[in-house]
Structures are given as C-alpha cells and as structure tokens.
C-alpha cells in the first residue's frame, strides 16, 4: 500500500472548508452534528467504504458549571482562616491540581444523560469489524465557545490554572509560619489575605462571565477539530479508491468529545463488549503549529497513560513529533485506554494564534495553516504503510 499524500492534502482542504463554511459549528447532539457525520457518510458509502452508526447518550453542558467558583471559595476560605488555621492554605494546592479531575468526575455523575449523539465508524468494503488492525480516530463536534476578548483576557485564561498554581504555593507560606508557632500578624498577614480575597473575586468573576458569555455560542471548530476530521476522511476516501492489501483500518467519527468523550466511551464499551483489541489513535486539533505532538499522557493527579510502543511506532512516522504530557485537557483516547486498549492521542503545538481562538468563535479556517495539513498528511499516509508493515498478520482468528 502506497496512499499518495497530495491528493489526501487536497481533499482534506475541501473537506474542512466545507466542514467549517457550510455546516459551521456543530454542538454535541445537535442537527448540524448529525449532518456533518450524515454527509461524511454519504460521502464514505458512495466510494464504496462500509459504515456503521452507533447512537451515543450525552450529557449537554450545563450553562453555569462551578469550575473556577469552586478554586474561588478555596482562595476565599484562606482569606478567611488565615489567622487562625494555617492548614487551609497548605490544602489550597492540592484543591487546585484535584480540581479539573474532580470536576470532571463530578460531571460524569451527577448530570443527566441525553439521546442524539451519535459515532460513525468507517470500514473497507468487506471487512469484518473484527478483523479492523487499527483505528484512527477523530472527533467531529465543537465546543461551546467563550468569546475572544482582550488579548490581556486570554493571556490569562491560557495561564489561569497555572496562576491559581502560583498563587496557592507563595500562600502556603504563612500557613507553615503559623504552623510553627509564629505570630503572623501584621503586614504580612494583610498581604497574604488581600492576595487571596484577589485570587477568589478574579476567578468568581472569570466564571459568571464565561457562563454568560457562552450561552448558545459554539466555536465553528475549523481546528478543533475540522482538522482532524477532515484528515481522516480524506485518508478513508484515498484508501478506498487503493486499498491496502493486509491493513484493514478503521476511521472512527466520534461526536460529542467536548462534552465529556461521550462518543469514545460509547466506542470503548462497545469495543470491551466485542472484545476487538485493535489500537486507537485520535486525531483532534492538527492544523496549526510547525510540529505533531504525540501525546504520552493527560492530567496530573491521576494520569492516563498513552500506549508506549504505539507512541514509538508514531514516532517513526513522523521523527520530527515531539511527545508531550497534557497537565489538564483530555482528549478521545482516554477511555479507550481506561479500557485496557492501547490508544494514544495526537495533536500539533499550535501557534500562539490557534491557542487564543481555541474554543472561541474565532477557530475559523484562518488558524489552518496550509503546510501543516500537508505534514500531517505525509504523516498519516507514513503510519499507515508502517502498520501495514507491521501487521504480519492478515488473517485473524
Ligand atoms: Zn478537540
């Protein structure tokens, strides 16, 4: 198998501006995120692929989500103490790192579920899901979007959880003076708690305006992830006119990531339940910056950790990725590696650009940079002649 790089370039430009022009934002159940994987498909079944849909229940993201209130009354509660209970300020770090996991937990369990998402799984014509050696996975809504703001605002929404960070470990400080039975009082205490009560009414502040800045606006998602979608689909319609002779890959357009990976839990259950053990690679944000990231890992707390072997396969792809550990987002191929299936996660550094309009209106086609398409072309069409080479195994019991 030789898939041509160029045409899966081109394509997949075709496929983004339309993705992004004429479907536009496509939120996690919504009719728009339907249509784009309706039309994916259409498109997928007349060049002769196979496809399967698999109804995905979400849960839609609630209009006020106490993330950055909750870091708020930690800070707010040091001021507080402060006088009289060092251990609230040596806890404040240890909240903060906990928070992005602990709200994602919380989320996962207290709000409801949801009908209308849905996954669309790509196949060659003949295949046995079975019998899939790999699959590339991409998702295919959008987030709801915060507007793009001051560059001074998104410096610091970039940086926030890193400030709170900052902020917590100088404020452990009188908290081990008073703990060593040192008197406090006096400037340095003023100080420590004016800091505190400013870290709390910041983020109090940061989190009401997100909330009702972003009700009903959904970011068009031209990085995140047009990019990725589109490069897959490109990828499946050049295998399907050549298709390889040993690798049967599958291509696997999951919807509603953003709110919660819902399409990829409902893909690794229904892998668990089928027991395919095939690897997973998701795809997600590749269309800006000057390198691929393979990721290694995501979150702090806990990590889930990407398959190693599978990473060094990549690597062999693409020699000039860089692998990285994501402190605090998650991406698609966290619950397939909960799962127990290797699975890993790749994206590109980004510009400075592509960053600052991450989950805005403004992830327009103006953040897709040409070359990077392309890299990212030679890269998918060089991982898949390398699992090709490495799949001896054609037949599988
Ligand atoms: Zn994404």
Redo the contacts with the bound molecule.
Sequence with gaps: MTLDPEPVFHKSMQLLTRLVTDIGPRPAGSAAEKHAQDWLEEQFTSAGLQTMRFPVKYQPDPVFFPYYSIAAAGFALVALTLPTNGWTTLLLPLLILALPEMMMAIQARVLPYKDGSSNLLALPAHANVKDVDVILCA?VDT?RAVPYGLKAWKSWRDKSLYIMMRVANILIIPGILQFMGMDITGIFLDISRWVAWGMAIILLFQDIWEAVTSIGRYSPGAN??GSGTALLAAAALELAENPPEKLVPGFLFSGA??TGLHGARQFADYMKENSLTCPVISV??VGAGNAMRITTQCGTLRPVKADTPLNELIKRADPTAVYHAIPRRW?DFVPFARAGIPATHLENVGTPDSWASYHTPKDTLDTIDDDMMRHMSEVIAQLLWILEKETHNPVKS
Excluded: I
Aim: hydrophobic content about 20%.
């Design positions: 998702h987030a995140d992830n990531e953003e997600d944000m991406g």
